[in-house]
């Protein structure tokens, strides 16, 4: 094997051999070179190289980051003190105009509107004419806003009290606190009687003797209400939000535990359901024999009496019962989250 | 004139659910439960009787609903176009409820389950009342029901996010029921009517006169904005990704599905039968519509392609896929507005199913929605994987499937539609699909690899049961259906918006 010189690599004769077996460029040699070099490391030094190289990456990707992180919070500092500001002030500037711009909208077109009170306003036509001159005659109904409502139109109505009842079982599901099945109280309901009994102060002289006395008026007002609504003014709506607020102003004088001898969750469901079912079974009997014109066996009556115009006294007073259950509800649930 | 018993079935799909809401909230979780599922199941099947007799040319007609005549009592109106939709709606209402059936016990409290299947069923008897009746007020009191009832359904799950949503879509939704009510007084000071015909006929002489054109336009404005702001169009959709995203899966496939195709089902059957399509187009309220839709296909696919989450990616999919439809109605066009209907289905009957599947791969993956977890879920719950895939397809627009057609309608609509409108629909559909292919194909893709090696899942892989399985097989089924046989369905949209007028 013939000796060969430490740098024959690079010699001239080496180079002209390797340009005769196709060539390299001299990247190829430097490659090759550094690879010798390498190999040629022994494992500790090689390893050096190494670490050395990892600590400057290290270093540079740490600088890096630093650099990332001071962007970044240049970038925040600018959002959360002038860039919030200014998106306020935009957000702002913005909610103004449109405002400014929708009301200006809105109250010109009522300037176009056909003019208040006029006779020749395209709403005095045949619908009012009939409900107005044959109202009475035909729903039985001396309050013809009440043979509107619960007679022509009671599928609104039928669905308008269904609003009421959806609302009341939405605030029942976001606020009634978890029962247990046992049925005794949790920790959380324990808590909130605590709080209530705290902010709410019973036994107040003054506002328990106005209440005895008020609380029956108002019942009876409501009821009166409920009662004559296809008679005078009144009805279900307005009936049964005086008896809500009726049952409100004696919960607050007397407080949950005299109030739950008559009223508790079991009377709000029992009441309510039994009087959407009322009204729903009694208007689909009502609208099946009317579409399909069979003899219905509900009859105006007498105009002016108190069981006259067919339903609707009925109809009033299952209204008015979710009216006022309603009401109820939505009082204890905000305070307390249950009844 | 005298009825016939048929005729009085759609009175009997409003006034069940709506009658036996009240009941079910006495009543023990699991009767009631039963029992809201056989109501809708009723309807369903009632709504599929009519669908039959209108298939083989029943006439339209009106159904009085009391002892008085229409302009004078309230009325609801049958035709071919409301009894698909009625199907359509009591189906995916039914299969929803069936699909996430086993999920309400461990997501709700007790005490709140039977509340939960009165919302349902409230929300059917608003959605058929929505659909069948002709009379513009009936339309915002029903409307109100399904307003407070998806926002029951919204927050039903009491957690952090979606009680956010809620009070997100209880401001957007009631800024968008206030602008429709100020339209219908506006409409009612000027036509002096409720009867969405007595209005129609009103509206022309006004429209011919030129008399009282500014209220004309406002009362237009109203209306279409309100219920484009209820139904989640483009700029408005930003209570759509946490209000789908986090509720009960039952939820998010009625919400995603139902609530804003009641809306859009609402404003079509305005357009056409209370305002007339000739005076919305006048207007140019179809302009504004057509561009924000355009922006909105675009933007929702942008946002779905960002998620990690895929509940949230498929709430995203839906702002896309509601600037679809609202392209179609955009056009101003018949042949734009059954292209919007034939979306409203095939959305309508996709995204419930890929709410469904996609918590049923979530369950199947350790209960997690990230994508990362997500891997090999088509494995662990096959029927899940394969009814996902199919609906990404569908949505893809894959041929075979509902969201081919709806895609070829709408680009087939656009070239009748004037040049412009032609190249911008066009272009702004391929982006879209190229982006909808993007994320969905991703998904699938995720789905059917190999899990990564750090994962853990539970051992009995989160399997939902029977219920779960056959409302997937039933989605699937009406998925492929609707693409095989669309030719029907558009045949059937085609005759029912010409007796719409």
């Not at chain 1, 190289?53 to 270093?59: G, I, L, R």
């Not at chain 1, 009144?234 to 001898?261: D, P, S, V």
């Amino acid at each position: 094997m013939a000796k060969t010189r430490p740098d024959y690599e690079s010699s001239l004769f080496a180079r002209f051999l390797r340009w005769l077996q196709g060539g390299s460029t001299q990247l190829d040699d430097e490659m090759s070179h550094t690879m010798d070099d390498k190999a040629s490391l022994s494992h500790s030094e090689a390893d050096k190289i190494a670490q050395e190289h990892e600590a400057k990456y290290e270093a540079r990707l740490a600088a890096m980051a630093e650099q990332e992180k001071n962007m970044y919070a240049h970038v925040h500092a600018w959002a959360s003190n002038q860039g919030k500001g200014l998106s306020n002030w935009l957000y702002r500037i913005l909610a103004v105009v449109i405002c400014v711009g929708i009301i200006v909208l809105l109250v010109s077109t009522a300037a176009e509107l056909p003019p208040y009170g006029s006779p020749d306003n395209p709403a005095h036509n045949e619908v009012a004419e009939r409900y107005i001159e044959k109202g009475m005659q035909e729903t039985g109904a001396v309050n013809i806003v009440a043979g509107m409502i619960l007679d022509y139109r009671a599928f609104d109505t039928l669905g308008e009290s269904n609003v009421l009842f959806i609302a009341a079982v939405t605030v029942l599901i976001l606020l009634r606190m978890t029962t247990r099945p046992d049925g005794k109280p949790t920790t959380s309901q324990l808590e909130a009687e605590c709080d209530d009994r705290m902010y709410e102060p019973k036994n107040d002289l003054i506002l328990q003797h106005q209440a005895s006395f008020l609380v029956p008026m108002i019942l009876l007002f409501g009821i009166y209400g409920l009662m004559n609504g296809h008679i005078g003014p009144g009805g279900g709506f307005g009936g049964g939000a005086i008896m809500g607020a009726g049952l409100i102003l004696y919960l607050n004088a007397f407080g949950f535990k005299k109030t739950e001898r008559f009223f508790t969750f079991k009377t709000f469901s029992i009441v309510s359901v039994a009087a959407l079912s009322f009204y729903a079974v009694s208007k689909a009997y009502s609208f099946f024999t009317g579409a399909n014109h069979l003899p219905s066996i509900i009859t105006p009556g007498t105009p002016g009496m108190l069981f006259s115009a067919g339903l609707i006294p009925y109809l009033n007073i299952a209204v008015g019962m979710v009216v006022c259950c309603t009401m109820y509800a939505f009082y204890t649930l905000f305070r307390k989250g249950d009844m | 004139m005298h009825m016939q018993l048929w005729q009085s079935i759609p009175f009997a799909c409003i006034i069940l659910p709506l009658g036996s809401a009240a009941v079910t909230s006495i009543m023990k979780p699991r009767l009631a439960r039963i029992w809201a599922t056989s109501i809708i199941s009723i309807v369903t099947v009632l709504s599929a009787v009519v669908t039959v007799l209108y298939m083989n040319g029943a006439e339209p007609y009106t159904y009085m609903m009391g002892h008085y005549p229409a302009p004078w009592g309230n009325e609801i109106r049958v035709g071919m176009l409301e009894t698909v939709t009625a199907l359509v709606f009591s189906l995916t209402m039914l299969l929803s409820l069936l699909g996430g059936m086993k999920k309400l016990d461990e997501h709700l409290p007790r005490q709140n389950q039977s509340l939960y299947c009165v919302v349902l069923l409230l929300m059917t008897a608003a959605l058929m009342a929505q659909v069948y009746t002709n009379d513009i007020f009936t339309g915002y009191v029903f409307l109100e029901i399904m307003t407070l009832a998806a926002c029951a359904l919204i927050a039903v799950r009491k957690r952090g996010r979606t009680l956010v949503a809620a009070a997100k879509y209880m401001i957007m939704n009631l800024i968008g029921s206030g602008l429709f009510l100020l339209g219908i007084i506006f409409l009612y000071d000027i036509s002096g009517h409720l009867l969405m015909e007595n209005i129609g006929d009103a509206v022309a002489h006004i429209a011919a006169t030129g008399e009282y054109r500014q209220p004309l336009i406002v009362v237009v404005a109203l209306i279409t904005i309100g219920l484009s702001i209820k139904s989640a169009l483009f700029p408005f959709h930003t209570w759509v990704p946490d209000a789908y995203g986090y509720s009960t899966p039952t939820s998010q496939a009625v919400l995603s599905s139902l609530v804003s195709k009641g809306y859009i089902f609402l404003l079509i059957k305005i357009m056409y039968r209370v305002i007339g399509l000739n005076v919305i187009v006048k207007t140019g309220i179809t302009d504004v519509l057509f561009a924000f839709a355009l922006v909105g296909m675009v933007m929702g696919s942008l946002s779905a392609i960002r998620q990690n989450d895929i509940r949230r990616m498929v709430a995203f999919s839906s702002v896309a896929q509601i600037g679809y439809i609202y392209m179609g109605i955009g056009l101003g066009t018949d042949a734009g507005m059954m292209a919007a209907m034939f979306h409203l289905f095939s959305h309508t009957l996709c995204k419930s199913m890929l709410f469904l599947a996609a918590g049923g791969l979530a369950d199947a993956s350790g209960n997690s929605k990230h994508f990362r977890d997500l891997r090999g879920a088509g494995y662990r719950s096959p029927i899940a994987g394969v009814a996902f895939t199919i609906g990404a397809l569908s949505m893809v627009g894959f041929p075979f499937l509902g969201g081919f057609v709806a895609k070829f309608n709408f680009a087939l609509a656009a070239m009748d539609a004037g040049s412009i409108r032609a190249l911008l629909v066009l272009i702004v559909l391929a982006v879209s699909t190229a982006l909808n292919t993007v994320y969905f194909l991703r998904t699938v893709i995720t789905l059917y690899r190999k899990p990564l090696e750090t994962a853990h899942y539970p051992a009995e892989k989160g399997q939902r049961g029977l219920l779960f399985n056959v409302s997937l097989v039933c989605f699937s089924a009406a998925n492929v259906l609707l693409g095989v046989f669309s030719q029907i369905i558009v045949n059937a949209i085609v005759k029912g918006l010409s007796t719409f007028g």
